[in-house]
């Protein structure tokens, strides 16, 4: 049997905003599957943001560590870039090539989850 990851939780606390957000950055309108669940398919693993409180559930503590990156691997780095200068998120960082040899910018949505753009050309898997 061969794992696959199908699937990141990425927590939210207004599933409007974060609908609009994601569709708006990643140029796609995903799908409301519950009141608080709003799923993005990206490269067939689905990035499902999650407000638990419109889904009726308990809040509890949901945040990532501030190093805790969500990688999302794009062919139009700089294009992805310009949508985020226009939009809301917390943090944007410069394009910058890494020693490791990819070239990406990180950044921070607007509920401070730390989400990273990569050029798909340059992704480092470890190989």
């Known amino acids: 049997m061969k794992a696959k ?3 990141v939780i990425l927590p939210v606390n ?4 974060a609908e609009k957000f994601y569709s708006d950055i990643l140029d796609q309108k995903g799908i409301r599957v519950s009141p608080g669940r709003h799923y993005f398919d990206i490269g067939g693993t689905i990035l499902a ?7 009726g559930d308990d809040q509890g503590e949901w945040k990532f560590h501030e190093n805790q990156y969500i990688y999302i691997s794009v062919a139009n780095l700089e294009n992805i870039r310009d949508r985020m200068k226009k939009s809301d998120c917390r943090f944007l960082g410069e394009i910058e090539e890494m020693p490791w040899g990819e070239i990406l910018f ?5 509920f401070g989850n730390p989400i990273c753009f990569v050029d798909e050309k340059t992704v480092f898997t470890g190989n």
């Open 5 to 7: 990851l199908y699937r």
């Open 14 to 17: 207004d599933i409007d905003r």
């Open 49 to 55: 943001c999650y407000d638990p409180k419109s889904d």
């Open 106 to 110: 990180y950044a921070n949505d607007p």
